[in-house]
């Protein structure tokens, strides 16, 4: 069975500072990744997906993520965060198979201090 | 165009009883899929329906059931409630699903919050 891991469940930063969460998959076969972001009292929103092609992905608010296969790894990047980056950020994974279902990673909690 | 629209947002009960959650998806959206997200857990996936069909289940007890109806609505339905069924349920649409790897974004409700007593 797929899982993912994410690997801090809570990040603190000050605005400016840079950001790297990560995640790490487990599927060896084709897979779709996807991080998904939750702004406090908001609806789970897309930020940014990797279907194929370049493994570097640009997403909403400047963030971007890359996808290193033989890693298995999926992680997200913002160069400089702002106050409006506090939210909870999901790594997920759809892979193939008979077995269709997207696996989310556990979140992580992201506090930036202004 | 209107989002996914879940209610209710918010409901109490108790064990034993059941309960019935809905899921209205974006218009033109085939695929519903269903989530319960707890602190400890996470996101967990419950089962996607796809033309009124289940296409996939998680691991959920058969206390956890669903259903399509064919205007693409959905429902998903909890009975014998027990005190860690207590979650956010959050429902999400897509164009074409979870087995379809260029149009399987999706799209999520606000969710309801289930709190059994």
């Known amino acids: 069975a797929q899982s993912v891991s994410q690997h801090n469940h809570h990040v603190i930063l000050s605005e400016a500072a840079s950001l790297e969460l990560g995640c790490n998959y487990s599927y060896g076969g084709t897979v779709n990744l996807f991080w998904y972001v939750q702004y406090p009292g908001q609806h789970l929103q897309l930020l940014l997906k990797?279907?194929?092609?370049?493994?570097l992905v640009k997403g909403i608010k400047g963030f971007e993520a890359e996808f290193i296969k033989s890693k298995f790894s999926f992680n997200l990047r913002k160069p400089s965060v702002q106050w409006s980056d506090t939210a909870e950020y999901f790594c997920a994974v759809n892979s193939g198979g008979s077995n269709y279902k997207l696996t989310f990673g556990k979140g992580t909690l992201l506090t930036v201090n202004p | 165009k209107a989002g996914v629209t879940q209610t209710p947002r918010y409901l109490i009960k108790t064990r034993g009883q059941q309960v019935t959650l809905s899921c209205s998806p974006i218009s033109g959206h085939r695929s519903v899929s269903w989530y319960q997200q707890t602190p400890g857990q996470g996101l967990q996936f419950l089962f996607e329906y796809f033309s009124e069909t289940q296409r996939n289940k998680g691991n959920f007890p058969g206390r956890f059931s669903g259903r399509q109806f064919s205007n693409s609505r959905s429902e998903m339905n909890v009975s014998t409630l027990e005190l860690g069924d207590s979650a956010l349920y959050l429902c999400?649409?897509?164009?074409?699903?979870?087995?379809?790897?260029?149009?399987?974004?999706?799209?999520f409700g606000a969710g309801s919050r289930l709190t059994v007593l």
């Open positions: 990797y279907f194929s092609g370049d493994p």
């Open positions: 999400a649409s897509s164009l074409e699903g979870l087995r379809s790897s260029g149009a399987n974004v999706l799209t």
